[in-house]
């Protein structure tokens, strides 16, 4: 099969970074992030659309298909499957690799498609944006709890990450639970959990009061040092943030181990970013609402499609946004970018 020359270059780039992929794992992995790249869509007829002109059209389907597939459910049964799960910690090393700080945010959250597919994923929030690292994948109605994969996808990302980097993980109401809390903790990483206003908090030297009650009208906030939680075996030493924008109906209620001088009020809105980063794989970019794959393990592998094509895109993106601030062209930023220590993958 004749590819296009920008797929030899894409597998170039991917293969140090998932160095533990065979090479035909390599190859299909590039020809479906090159191919959604062209297309703007990751849906496999609209990533064959725009592979065809290199390639027969039908040929370029059966072999995106087939690599989504375990191995004995191919057309050539073989032994040979990708297990993403062993991607996940290479992924998160990617991002760091072009990193310039020594902060680094993620956020957990989940997502839907339709009433088919549910996907738990942490991903690292960036400009507005975010980059999934690490993800499990069932089906919507399967029933059970979401926190032993949660504490699993953490537990894959920590060989990544430097001993020295300061890790925050941002977590909803929906899935903020103690394990959770000292399973990020358990990492040397600092939870950010919100929780839902009438939690009780005793700052030091103060008296238990609900915590939505240390604000009384938009846009204020407190930050502080206490004990969360009234019953005795729940209760936590944390810091305490109450956040209310105007435009919010209520405050937000945030409990983390950072001191109270480590945080700020604004901290926790990069939470958001992983929303804008599910409609970059939905609606506004890759289109991942509109396929039709609903096996678990194919569709986690899709996802690696999706995790890589975003990063590749937002790498991009961020080398023509930090040339137009300086006002050179992109291919001349490197050193730039580096004197002048931008954040960037």
Known sequence: MR???????????????LPHLSQPQLTGLALWVCGAILAGSACQNAVASALSPWSNWYNLRQRLREWLYDGGDRATPCQTELDVTLCFAP???????WWRSGGLALAIDPTLKGDQTTAIVISVVYRSCAIPVAWHIRHADQPGSWMDPTVELLQAL????PENMTVIVLCDRGIAS????????????????????NITFC????????AQRF????????IGRGTAFSTPKAQRRCTLLVVWYSEQEEPWIILTDLAPDQVGPSWYALRFWIELGFKALKS????????????PTRVSRHWLVLSVATLLALAYGTRVEDAQERRIAPG?????????GSQSP
């Not at 604000?215 to 407190?222: E, F, G, K, Y």
């Open 284 to 295: 506004l970019g890759w289109k991942w609402d509109k396929t039709r794959r609903t096996d």
């Open 158 to 161: 920590a060989p990544a990450v």
């Open 332 to 340: 001349n930023l490197r050193d730039a970018a580096q004197s002048a």
């Open 203 to 210: 700052a030091d030297g103060g008296k238990r009061l609900p």
């Open 3 to 17: 590819l296009p020359s920008e797929c030899y270059q894409m597998q170039k780039t991917i293969e140090p970074h």
């Open 91 to 97: 992924l998160l090393r990617w991002v760091l690799c």
């Open 178 to 197: 103690p394990k959770l809390w000292q399973q990020i903790r358990d990492q040397g990483w600092h939870p950010g959990m919100r929780y839902r206003k």
């Open 215 to 222: 604000v009384s009208r938009p846009d204020t906030a407190w």
